[in-house]
């Protein structure tokens, strides 16, 4: 089954640590400068999805993974695969404290999974 976003084993296991601690959570990806252009996780419902916002799929055991309708624009014929990397990203995400942060790691989606997500 084709899907566009998805999380490795340490990001999982980061997002599993994360969900214990402050419950439900939910990522946005928004486009912009620093930190900006990193998935940012919040609990469930904290941040407000717009009308424009654009719900990628599910990670982890149901995390939504949102991503706002500008940068969807450029990034919808990749797959995105969220990683977790050593060092401070921002102080809104909640792996902040843990001295880790999110990232994307991306590649094109292949023609057999592009047709598949746009049915």
Not at 55 to 60: C, E, R
Not at 83 to 105: H, K, N, Q, T
């Amino acid at each position: 089954m084709a899907q566009r976003v998805a999380m490795t084993g340490a990001a999982l296991a980061l997002l599993r640590r994360l969900i214990e601690q402050h419950g439900p959570v939910m990522f946005h990806q928004s486009g912009g400068c620093c930190d900006g252009s990193a998935p940012m996780c919040y609990p469930d419902g904290e941040f407000r999805v717009g009308e424009s916002d654009v719900l990628l799929g599910h990670v982890g055991d149901g995390t939504p993974f949102w991503m706002s309708a500008d940068q969807y624009a450029y990034w919808r014929h990749t797959h995105l695969t969220v990683d977790v990397v050593a060092g401070r990203g921002s102080g809104f995400s909640l792996e902040a404290p843990e001295g880790v942060r999110f990232l994307i790691r991306s590649r094109l989606l292949t023609d057999e999974e592009l047709a598949l997500l746009d049915n």
